[in-house]
């Protein structure tokens, strides 16, 4: 497919489509963000609530999502990838704005809707380091350069949305 312009398809200097690239880029930050929570976790005793263990699912999913749009050739395709990967994007900026307006003012977020979630995947029992909740919201509401992780955790997944975005409207 050439561009619009009528000429060769827009390629990065490695020779990789734009969109490819773009889809890369927001795979990696999905996948850095994850990485980035289990060395707070472990490494700084960082523990997570359910509402930290959602995001990383999502992210998760997110990235796995982005994955495909790196071989997605057509430019419908690349737009379906990126319409999913940006659907759970917003699911995640939900997750991170709920966790930090209402859940890190909680006492407890035992039975709520992040914690039915996590629960319901059973991963918190077959994958118990990365994904079992083990603070409440309130003592998972940390701060990192000063400012709360659900709120960096937000602007990742406001990143990544972006990079979808650029990625599913690429020419390539």
């Not at 996948?31 to 959602?54: D, K, N, R, T």
């Not at 919201?137 to 659900?150: F, K, Q």
């Amino acid at each position: 497919m050439s561009s619009p312009s009528g000429s060769a398809p827009v390629r990065a200097r490695n020779g990789l489509p734009r969109s490819a690239v773009l889809f890369m880029l927001a795979d990696g930050l999905a996948f850095a963000a994850v990485a980035g929570a289990l060395v707070s976790q472990h490494a700084f005793a960082m523990e997570p609530c359910p509402w930290c263990i959602l995001q990383r699912l999502i992210f998760l999913l997110a990235g796995l999502v982005a994955s495909t749009g790196i071989v997605a050739r057509s430019r419908g395709a690349r737009a379906a990838v990126a319409g999913v990967a940006i659907a759970l994007a917003v699911c995640g900026i939900a997750a991170a704005l709920w966790q930090q307006l209402v859940a890190a003012k909680s006492a407890s977020c035992n039975l709520t809707l992040a914690d039915r979630i996590v629960g319901a995947t059973q991963l918190d029992r077959l994958v118990p380091d990365v994904f079992e909740a083990r603070a409440s919201c309130a003592d998972a509401a940390v701060n990192l350069l000063g400012v709360p992780y659900a709120i960096w955790s937000m602007l990742a997944f406001v990143v990544f949305a972006l990079l979808c975005a650029a990625a599913a409207r690429s020419s390539d």
